[in-house]
């Protein structure tokens, strides 16, 4: 990479300067070539060969970060000869072609829906997202008349330890106190004793002394 060199005694590359702002009115002249360079594959580098002009022998490479040596995302573009033994000069810099503006477009639109997909999993993942669903689930089979079914979700919540869980306690609460009598009573014996079992096990919720309290209220033969 170079920068095109003259005498600057004789005044020649003023005269060439002119000549090619002349012939190429959008040139911008640089003073200095842009910095190459890549490690194991990944960096800047320039690309392509387009807008040859043969009367000047000049034609146009665009700047670009690469990965893999693989452009990814054009920087600028710049008018070059090549130099002998290999390189270029760099004349100036010319506007990126509509191919590499468009291109660019296309990166930043995948790395915003990448950036829009991960937003998205961390919400569906994060535990207040979680327990939303859950509750709603219980919720609706509750809806249902499946008691007991009901129960076993919102029992299920209490033991996921990720969860505040809260609004789990004050439906279970609102089950024992208006639900559980209107139950058969198959299905009444049958969420009693997952509520016995619970105790026994040192589950969070209920704690024994409410829970005694439903017992001798609602099922007294039940020992715990």
Known sequence: MKLLEYNQTTGQQSDINKKL????????????????????????????KSNFDQETNTYTKSLAICALFIPI?????????DAPGGGWYFLGKEKLSNFSKNWNYVVLLIIFAFIG?????QHITSPQYILKEKIVEAENIYRTGDTNKALQRYYAILDDGRF???????AINNIYENDLLK??????KM?????????????????????????NKYFPRIKI
């Open 164 to 170: 505040d869980f809260k609004s789990s306690q004050l």
């Open 183 to 188: 139950l058969s009573p198959e299905a009444f």
């Open 21 to 48: 702002q002349l012939k190429f009115p959008g040139l911008v002249p640089v003073k200095k070539a842009p910095s190459l360079g890549t490690l194991n594959s990944f960096g800047i580098s320039v690309y392509g």
């Open 73 to 81: 995302f054009y920087i600028s573009a710049y008018r070059v000869a």
């Open 117 to 121: 997909q991960l937003a998205y999993n």
């Open 191 to 215: 969420a009693w004793q997952n509520m016995v079992d619970r105790v026994k096990t040192a589950k969070l919720f209920p704690n024994k002394v409410e829970f005694k309290k439903l017992g």
